[in-house]
């Protein structure tokens, strides 16, 4: 349901965009990006997020450098990357959390996410 898109390899310092197609739904209290280094045991950690109310939030990692953002007219949500650092090298996933419920706390909370994508590669080299 949720398709990523827009991975790919940069050099440091570099910029990329990803996309994620998120069908328009009542029930989604937060959107997010997510991601997981390609380390053996390496936990999917939450990145950047979007509330329902257009409030957005990010993980320290990335503050300054990525934007997170939506376009209701095309469904889809974005991660603008920027100055790029190899560390950032991970696999991206974009996820929703969706309820019958209302929810107004932190958007950062990984383990609400219950739609995920497949993913998309971003390798950044030095």
């Known amino acids: 349901q949720l398709v990523e898109s827009g991975g790919g390899s940069v050099q440091a310092g570099g910029s990329l965009r990803l996309a994620c197609t998120v069908p328009?739904?009542?029930?989604?209290?937060?959107m997010a990006w997510f991601r997981q280094a390609p380390i053996p045991g390496a936990e999917r950690k939450v990145v950047?997020?979007?509330?329902?109310?257009?409030?957005?939030e990010y993980s320290d990692s990335v503050k300054g450098r990525f934007i997170i953002s939506k376009d209701n007219t095309k469904d889809t949500m974005y991660l603008q990357m920027n100055s790029l650092k190899p560390e950032d090298t991970a696999m991206y996933f974009c996820?929703?959390?969706?309820?019958?419920?209302?929810?107004?706390?932190?958007?950062?909370?990984?383990?609400?996410?219950?739609?995920w994508g497949q993913g998309t590669q971003v390798t950044v080299s030095s």
């Open positions: 996820a929703t959390y969706n309820s019958m419920e209302s929810y107004d706390g932190t958007c950062l909370t990984s383990a609400r996410y219950n739609n």
């Open positions: 328009a739904s009542i029930r989604i209290r937060c």
């Open positions: 950047a997020a979007l509330s329902s109310g257009e409030v957005s």
